[in-house]
Each structure stands twice: as C-alpha cells, then as structure tokens.
Nanobody, 115 residues
Framework: QVQLVESGGGLVQAGGSLRLSCAASGSAFSIYVMSWYRQAPGKQREVVATITGGGSTAYEDSVKGRFTISRDNAKNMGFLQMNSLKPEDTAVYYC?????????WGQGTQVTVSS
C-alpha cells in the first residue's frame, strides 16, 4: 500500500514561487509514474505535470516554462517547483503515483495566488 503526503502549498502573490513536495511511503517508488494534478473551484481536475521513474517529463501547456516536476527515487520524494505563478494557478494540488492512470492519490494541498 502506498501513501502520499503533499506539503508546501500556501498563499502567494502573482509572480511568486512555491515548491510542492510529495512524500511517498511503501516500496518500489521508482517504478511508478508520478503526476501532479490540480482542481480549481468549479473546474474539472486536470493533470499539470508528469515524470516517469527514469525522469522523462511532460507538462500541461499553460504551465510549460513555469513549472518543473522532479523526483528523488532514493528518498521516495517528488516535487513541483512553481514559478511565475498566476491567479489562474489557484487550486488544490494533488500528487499521484500509478502506471498510466493514477492508482494512488495524496490528500491535496491548497495553492492560492493573489493578484
């Protein structure tokens, strides 16, 4: 069983930065694809960024060049560095692990960007 705990969310002004962390329990962390999803009020949940166990990454178009996903397989940790934040980035951010589709979800961390 895998458990995920996100941290690092908060309130930041537009143009600021935040770094989200995801701590994973359990074994075989490195074999999973890790993704960060977000859900804004009244909107559908969307995938923001994905990283494979080998480090290949992909990003949703609106965050390309601003967000960076990374992972430390030795420490069972994942990260989402968010720069140049915009009010439209306001959402609850979730860390996930899985193969193809997410099988495990964290509880989410709130990110609020003020204008």
């Amino acid at each position: 069983q895998v458990q995920l705990v996100e941290s690092g969310g908060g309130l930041v002004q537009a143009g600021g930065s935040l770094r989200l962390s995801c701590a994973a329990s359990g074994s075989a962390f490195s074999i999973y694809v890790m993704s960060w999803y977000r859900q804004a009020p009244g909107k559908q949940r969307e995938v923001v960024a994905t990283i494979t166990g080998g480090g290949s990454t992909a990003y949703e178009d609106s965050v390309k060049g601003r967000f960076t996903i990374s992972r430390d397989n030795a420490k069972n940790m994942g990260f989402l560095q968010m720069n140049s934040l915009k009010p439209e980035d306001t959402a609850v951010y979730y860390c996930t692990l899985g193969h193809g589709t997410p099988g495990y979800w964290g509880q989410g961390t709130q990110v609020t960007v003020s204008s």
